[in-house]
DNA sequence: CTTCCTTAGTTTTTT
DNA sequence: ACTAAGGAAG
């Protein structure tokens, strides 16, 4: 841990004095920022919220602001701290702040994430809150087999009380600053039965006796420090003269008092943020934290940036409508001097095959016309939509990449290397030690490791001493005791060996000699070789670090790998993980009711998740630079039942002027053929020979035709009407459904969810050309409720289902 | 202790 | 439909 230079109060003010000047206009890193920008850079005095839009060049801020404190001599720039949220996010600060201002970065140890600059603190003090040096840092799995294990103790039924729920509601406390005595005893009893609150001082407890800290900690240690020490705080509070935070809106609560503790200091705070893109509220991000931040930190100075450098006109009024329908922003309004551009597309697709097949020709299209591969990208709600994707680009040969996804550290066989070599770097790391004991297989289970841990327990030993003299003993059956003591030779050799070979050496042996490469050359299944693949690159992952516990500490915090980008492919992800990227072109398949809107997040958090989807939908269209291409389908495969579904209320959110609502390119047109003349897209034959054919349904024009011939059949109705908003969600109204007409962008017809009255009655029996025959139990507009005689109960647009 | 079968749960992800 | 994980049987 590199100590910080000796701070000389004296040094600034000397320095000052000698004629370094604050800079001048023509500071290279103040070149080329608008009114604002500049602004929010030269705002160096008390408390700044930087509400920053998309695009609007909140990291050029962040670093200038950097700069612009070293340049000016207020600062050495070991007395700023920048907090990030990710390790990359971390990274690419740390570059461009080096491309500013060149070596100086090297003597920046406070740049980092929360969580990284959290242990930074806590091993300059770790005495002062119980732990010894050198303590671990837990990972997800060691959490969840410690609280088993406490689960079993307590004898209570993992089954009805999971060690993950535990896991994550005690994560929840943690995000928000409850350690076991201030969580609310309610709250606390909810957990089995009144004993939550109980199970997590328990844990806590048996956290300090492994020397351990799991992730939330190392925030939640962090305030306690300061609370408990204020020697220590102020001498955090002489040491920081300029705090920023990045990505604000994400902050948790544990978060914001870790950050409004060392604030108290300089009070130069400057947080950068945009409420309309906090989209981890599921994780304990506070939007109120941003929204409130000018009656936390009084006297706050906010400086909105909204002047966008990234997308045309069209995408931005998009987006801003859209996000226009949230209540309780802070309000910001995006506008930017380029083009109009082309104007945000929606298409319908008839199922999901159809649209990966029609994204993919799209693709194709905008290859053939010189367009780079990597500057376009595929954005979904949910993480299976993916596959669809992806096999229809295999099918094309079209290179694409997945980001996201399990990252290398969590894989499992990475995680199984990584507790042979914390075994091997302290004999204490019980919970790596259980992670591979019998990992190969080596025949010792359950009944060995209780009698392992008995003796542990009985002489207060950790559990590979306790094994070492268990192996002693005459307890085990010859047969485990040779395996076992065999192991525990092997780790004390290894450790011999590591005082003199380098750690790259040693984690080849180790992995070599405990027979875990073997057990992977041995495995037939398809993952072997990948797996194989990624031991040697753990390996060669460590070569830049110089010593084990180096690398251990490392990996334990930053869990993701530069995975190589670079070559020319598709990039498909996420709306989460595309946050803070941008593309030429942006699609967004799958707008629609439940999965974007995602069913789970209005189920759970009513309207405030409603209001999260929404701005996850902006994230999305956000990211587009010229061109943004929505599209849905009208049948999904959820959970490998077909179902019939709505388009998106967020398309009705859409500005009218703004987009442009196509044909589907994956159909034949309509009245036309069948399905692609082939049909072989995994259609049944009886799509094809229904009249009804796939492709007809997606189109605007066969939807006008049922929207207005219903209309017309229920007696009211000008033909291509201009149609409003439609209202969702309310209760049928024949009188309103007739009034309203159906969404109508341009002179062409969105796909409605209520727009006009039906042409069915209830009791009615249908024919659905997926579902088969049912009766109509319900009517909501052109919704139909139909409990279908084969498929059950589904709601389905009456465009898809005909009398029968 | 291992193997096979049943069962439950399938949004988003970082540290 | 699929998978992963946990429990019962061998």
């Known amino acids: 841990m590199p100590e910080l230079p000796g701070l000389k109060p004296g040094g600034i003010a000397a320095r000052a004095r000698a004629g370094i000047a604050p800079a001048g206009p023509q500071a290279s890193y103040l070149s080329g920022l608008n009114p604002e920008q500049r602004e929010a850079v030269e705002t160096l005095e008390g408390p700044l919220l930087v509400l920053a839009g998309a695009g609007t060049g909140k990291t050029r801020v962040l670093t200038a602001r950097v700069a612009h404190i070293l340049a000016s001599g207020r600062a050495f720039p070991s007395q700023i701290l920048v907090v990030t949220f990710t390790n990359k996010a971390a990274r690419e600060m740390k570059d461009r702040i080096q491309g500013m201002v060149g070596d100086q970065i090297e003597g920046m140890p406070w740049l980092g994430t929360f969580h990284s600059i959290g242990v930074r603190i806590l091993r300059r003090h770790h005495e002062l809150v119980g732990l010894k040096s050198g303590f671990t840092i837990l990972d997800t799995d060691d959490q969840i087999r410690l609280l088993k294990q406490l689960l079993a103790a307590e004898n209570i039924d993992e089954k009805r009380w999971p060690a993950r729920l535990l896991a994550s509601t005690i994560d929840g406390w ?63 509070h002489r040491r920081f003269k300029y705090l920023l935070v990045d990505e604000y809106q994400d902050t948790n609560v544990a978060q914001y008092l870790w950050l409004r503790l060392l604030a108290q200091g300089s009070k130069n705070v400057c947080c950068v943020g945009d409420d309309d893109q906090s989209i981890y509220g599921w994780r304990g991000a506070e939007v109120d934290n941003i929204l409130r931040f000018e009656s936390d930190f009084p006297g706050a100075k906010v400086i909105r940036l909204e002047r966008n450098y990234r997308s045309t006109g069209h995408i ?45 020709e799209e ?54 290397a990584l507790a042979y070599l914390r075994c091997v770097n302290s004999t204490a790391d019980d919970l790596a030690f259980e992670r591979i004991v019998n990992v190969p297989k080596r025949g010792i289970g359950d009944a060995t490791m209780k009698q392992i841990h008995d003796v542990a327990r009985a002489a207060g030993v950790p559990l590979q001493e306790a094994a070492r003299v268990l192996t002693e003993s005459e307890e085990l ?28 050496e040693i984690a080849e042996i180790v992995l070599d000699e405990s027979g875990y490469t073997e057990m992977w050359q ?37 869990m993701d790998v530069d995975n190589g980008a670079g070559e020319d492919a598709v990039q498909v992800m996420t709306l989460h993980s595309a946050k803070g990227l941008e593309f030429d072109t942006v699609f967004l398949p799958g707008w629609e009711e439940g999965l974007f809107p995602h069913q789970r997040a209005l189920d759970d958090q009513g309207k405030a998740g409603l209001e999260e989807e929404r701005r996850l939908a902006y994230v999305g269209i956000t990211r587009a630079r010229a061109s943004a291409r929505i599209w849905f389908a009208s049948n999904r495969r959820i959970h490998g039942m077909w179902n019939s579904t709505v388009p998106s209320r967020f398309l009705d959110e859409l500005p009218d002027a703004h987009v442009q609502v196509e044909e589907s390119r994956g159909g034949m047109g309509w009245g036309g053929s069948s399905y692609g003349g082939g049909g072989s897209y995994g259609q049944s034959r009886f799509d094809r020979a229904e009249p009804f054919a796939a492709s007809s349904y997606s189109t605007p024009g066969w939807q006008r035709a049922q929207t207005s011939r219903a ?94």
């Open 316 to 360: 931005l009024a998009s987006a801003a409508h859209l996000i226009a329908h949230n209540e309780g922003r802070l309000g910001k309004t995006l506008f930017s001097e380029g083009d109009e551009g082309e104007r945000v597309s929606v298409t319908g697709a008839w199922d999901s095959g159809e649209e990966a097949r029609a994204v993919g």
């Open 174 to 236: 943690k995000n928000r600053g409850l350690s076991p005595k201030d969580v609310p005893p309610g709250e606390g009893a909810v957990f089995a039965n009144g004993k939550g609150g109980m199970l997590y001082a328990a844990y806590q407890a048996r956290l300090k006796a492994l020397n351990a800290v799991d992730f939330g900690d190392l925030l939640l240690e962090g305030i306690r420090l300061f609370r408990e020490n204020p020697d220590v705080l102020a001498e955090y």
């Open 363 to 416: 693709i194709e299209a905008l290859q053939r016309a010189g367009h780079r591969l990597s500057e376009i990208a595929i954005l979904v709600r949910a993480s299976f939509q993916m596959r669809e994707f992806e096999d229809r680009f295999v099918t094309l040969g079209m290179p694409y990449r997945v980001i996201g996804g399990p990252r290398f550290y969590e894989r499992a066989e990475i995680r199984d």
């Open 711 to 804: 209309r017309t059949e229920a007696g009211g109705g000008s033909g291509g009407g201009r149609g409003g908003f439609s209202e969702r969600g309310g209760r049928y109204d024949a009188g309103a459904a007739a009034r309203r007409g159906p969404m109508v962008i341009e002179g062409t017809l969105v796909a409605s969810s209520s727009a006009s009255s039906s042409a069915f009655k209830r009791g009615e029996r249908v024919f659905h050309i997926k579902f088969g025959y049912g009766e109509i139990t319900g009517i909501d507009g052109n919704k139909l409720t139909v409990q279908f005689d084969k498929a059950g109960e589904k709601r389905v647009l009456e465009t898809f289902v005909e009398k029968a």
């Open 522 to 558: 041995k495995d037939r299944s398809a993952e072997a070789a990948g797996r194989l693949e990624n031991l040697k690159e753990l390996v060669r992952s460590m070569e830049p670090f110089e010593s084990l516990p180096g690398f251990l500490e490392h990996i334990s915090l930053v």
């Open 477 to 504: 059956k010859p047969k485990v005791r040779g395996t076992l003591r065999g192991l525990i030779q092997a780790f004390e050799r290894w450790r011999e060996q590591a005082r003199i070979m380098s750690h790259t």
